[in-house]
């Protein structure tokens, strides 16, 4: 009589050690997948630093290229804290001016390049209330001025200057803002020399120290000109 086929099958042991062997291939696996996703993820968040600083910068220009000054009114003012703006509306014809105003504040323990716009001003006293409240959201926002406010981009420090008389000054300079000579034969207050305060400089320097840990770090320097003096670019 013959004995029973006997059937041969992995033993414990083997199967432990394949269990382990999958199990570190897994996590082997795991943590490459993981690290590209960080990867990815790191350089989404670059990419969308420098898209941001970007549309930051041309917002900036676009904002300088649309400065118009209304007769006897203030359209520039730099200082030291924030950069006010009067500018025209691009939406439609016919909606009045805008006051934008440019800052930097900390925000979250983190420095925030900060951009306020005003609607639509139609008359001469809403945009003497606009202008006195952009440099009132400069110095200390509330929560009304705040929801104007729009976040632009990481900042540790700026500067801005003005380029007048050949030169890139201080704005806050006492020799910087001085009028231009009077016309020949003026004789009435319409030829007379502007006050300091309404003399537009002929440029506008934009000097950016951006942190260390951005995609882009170090300082950025970005100049504007007026577009009469520029034939149209900037």
């Known amino acids: 009589m013959k004995s029973p086929k006997r059937l041969h099958g992995f033993t414990l042991i083997e199967l432990l050690v394949a269990i382990g062997v999958m199990a570190l291939m897994a996590g082997l696996s795991w ?18 630093q420098v898209m ?17 000054q209304p007769p006897h009114t203030q359209a520039l003012d730099w200082d030291g804290r924030a950069l006010r703006i009067v500018r025209c509306s691009t939406t439609a014809s016919g909606d009045g001016l805008l006051v934008v105003a440019w ?12 951009r306020w716009q005003s609607p639509p001003l139609t008359t001469r006293g809403d945009l003497q209330v606009a202008w006195a409240t952009a440099a009132q959201w400069a110095q200390n926002p509330g929560d009304a001025e705040k929801r104007l406010e729009v976040a632009v981009a990481a900042l540790d420090e700026w500067k801005v200057f003005y380029f007048r ?3 890139w000054t201080n704005p806050l300079s006492s020799d910087d803002s ?24 002929d440029g506008v320097r934009l000097v950016l120290t951006l942190p260390a840990d951005g995609a882009i770090s170090g300082t950025l320097t970005r100049d504007w000109v007026r577009l009469s003096l520029a034939g149209g670019n900037s």
């Not at 943590?31 to 969308?48: C, E, F, I, K, V």
């Not at 930051?56 to 300088?64: E, F, I, R, V």
């Not at 020949?184 to 537009?200: E, M, R, S, T, Y």
Request: proline letters at 11%; hydrophobic letters at 40%; a positive charge.
């Open 31 to 48: 943590r490459g997948l993981d690290g590209m996703a960080r990867t990815q993820n790191q350089l989404n968040q670059r990419s969308d």
């Open 178 to 201: 001085a009028p231009p000579p009077p016309l020949p034969g003026a004789a009435d207050a319409a030829n007379k020399p502007a006050g300091p305060d309404l003399v537009l400089p």
């Open 103 to 114: 800052t930097r504040r900390n925000v979250g323990g983190k420095g925030q390049w900060l």
């Open 165 to 167: 008389t050949g030169a």
């Open 52 to 68: 941001t600083l970007q549309a930051g910068l041309a917002q900036w220009t676009a904002d300088l290229d649309a400065l118009v």
